[in-house]
């Protein structure tokens, strides 16, 4: 996603917007050439009614009916649109599994373009984008449905930071995907299929392609430009997707239907809450409303806004009612007292929280606290566990899902990549990246935990290897003799609870032999 008129938005040339890899992004080869006239195509047919009169948009009970009625952007008879669209046509299964996930979001997207006087095909991308998932993080760094780069949601007003993360606020994010593609679409000058390429590869890549044909004398339609692959078949999935949305009698195939009514509520606490509280004010899960709300990373909104929250309708009266008779309840707090060793940075790992929010909630101006203090730590009401789509809670089941023979955790020290961890571990950084719910241009940090997946294929030998404990052994200096990690240590003979060694204890370990001396 990028770019507006040169002279507003020189500033979104310098990133680029990358989208998710889904299982539809096969990329089959393109060598048709088009003029201009050949890629007009046909506007997707609008679905007919024969009972009677036709029905309005708004009065269609389905609303993939009442965005079909609205397409207005020529499909073109190009190789890539019909490829893409044999590919959706043969897997049904990929457009349930969108429109079910659409189902809570699809009517607030298709009011706001509508307000906007925007096509209607722009509901439609974010199927292309993330698959309609709302924790969608792919390869560059883009996340939410509609897959903003970290610098393009900052400059559109979307904040990141330890609580939230405004790339995945359903709402947010979507007034901020409009306001880009409509800046696009002025900077291409009305020229939507310009614009659709330039938010998936940026503004300037696509001018570059435009000012390059036009030196060379050839056209300058979208087929006609030459683009990076992934742009290439960027706009004739939404093209494919659009004639199918269209004519869905036409190509046989059933789209789960969506109530054409409001499936939720933006409501303003003006508040900090715990998800566990507002989830009970509202009478729903935990974690039916972080899936609502993917944009709070941890277990409650943040500390100084956004509160904002998505509420299902039929609870938005029950939640206002809690909230008013519970103001100001919204958090737990813990009197805590300063025990030596203590640290602020250590006190809010300990309670799931961040030193700015204890030094705000106890007035403090500094780091500095005395054995002795009391302090107020805003905590969280329940477990992690029960905050299930928080993102540790994310990361532990990415890093949880089998990838190879072997699982090994690595500690990131200072100066480390994740280049040169998997350099050092004879792992592909893609692959390390993925293991860990990262994207590869994601930077590292100081004492962050990995997951190392490793097979004997590649480059490692591991053997499994039963040590007998020594006196004076301990974990610490086991792990170093055999170049592993201590926690994978505690993990593979179940010493959680076990605070120490006993000599003759036998432990099982996974050793790599080509980095033990012998």
């Known amino acids: 996603m990028r770019v507006t008129h040169s002279w507003i938005l020189a500033l979104l040339l310098t990133g680029c917007q990358l989208t998710q890899q889904t299982e539809n992004q096969v990329s089959p080869s393109q060598n048709t050439n088009h003029s201009p006239e050949q890629t007009s195509g046909q506007v997707a047919k609008k679905p007919e009614n024969d009972s009677g009169p036709a029905l309005s948009p708004k009065s269609q009970e389905d609303l993939w009916q009442r965005i079909a009625m609205q397409l207005e952007l020529p499909v073109s008879n190009d190789k890539m649109v019909d490829y893409y669209r044999t590919w959706y046509l043969t897997h049904p299964k990929h457009l349930e599994t969108v429109s079910q996930r659409a189902q809570p979001f699809l009517y607030l997207i298709t009011e706001k373009i509508e307000q906007r006087g925007l096509p209607l095909e722009l509901a439609l991308l974010p199927i292309v984008e993330s698959s309609f998932d709302a ?14 780069v970290p610098s393009t949601g900052k400059y559109f007003g979307l904040t990141q930071n330890y609580w939230y993360d405004g790339r995945r606020d359903v709402s947010a994010s979507t007034d901020a995907a409009l306001d880009y593609l409509s800046a696009l679409n002025d900077r291409f000058e009305g020229n939507w299929n310009h614009a659709i390429a330039a938010y998936n590869s940026g503004g300037g890549r696509v001018s570059s392609a435009i000012r390059k044909n036009q030196r060379l004398g050839k056209p300058t339609d979208f087929f006609s430009l030459d683009l990076p692959e992934e742009t290439s078949g960027y706009v004739p999935k939404l093209m494919a997707l659009a004639d199918i949305i269209a004519n869905q009698d036409k190509y046989d195939i059933d789209i789960p239907p969506i109530a054409n009514k409001p499936a939720v509520q933006l409501i303003d606490p003006k508040e900090q809450l715990d998800l566990a509280i507002a989830a009970g004010y509202a009478d729903i899960s935990v974690k039916q409303i972080q899936a609502l709300n993917p944009a709070y990373n941890q277990w409650a909104t943040a500390p100084s806004g956004p509160h904002q929250l998505l509420i299902p309708v039929s609870s938005i009266d029950r939640f206002q009612t809690s909230l008013a008779k519970n103001r100001g309840k919204g958090m737990k707090l813990v009197r805590y007292k300063v025990k030596s060793g203590d640290s602020l940075s250590a006190l809010a790992d300990q309670y799931s929280t961040t030193t700015k929010v204890i030094k705000n909630a106890n007035n403090l101006v500094s780091d500095s606290i005395r054995i002795g203090q009391f302090l107020m730590i805003p905590t969280s009401t329940k477990s992690d566990a029960a905050y299930i789509l928080s993102a540790s809670n994310r990361l532990a089941k990415a890093q949880a899902k089998s990838r190879g023979q072997y699982k090994l955790t690595h500690t990131v020290r200072s100066g480390e990549s994740l280049w040169t961890i998997a350099r050092a571990n004879k792992v592909s950084h893609q692959s390390l990246a993925k293991w860990n719910g990262m994207s590869p241009k994601d930077t590292l940090r100081v004492g962050q935990t990995l997951v190392i997946w490793k097979n004997t294929s590649e480059g490692a030998v591991i053997r499994t290897v039963f040590y ?51």
């Open 468 to 518: 007998s404990v020594k006196n004076g052994d301990t974990i610490s200096a086991i792990a170093d003799k055999f170049k592993v990690n201590s926690k994978d240590i505690v993990k593979w003979n179940d010493l959680s609870r076990q605070k120490y060694l006993q000599p003759g204890q036998k432990l099982k370990l996974y050793v790599d032999v080509t980095k033990v001396s012998a």
């Open 135 to 148: 924790f969608a993080y792919s390869h560059g760094s883009a996340a939410g449905l509609w897959q903003f």
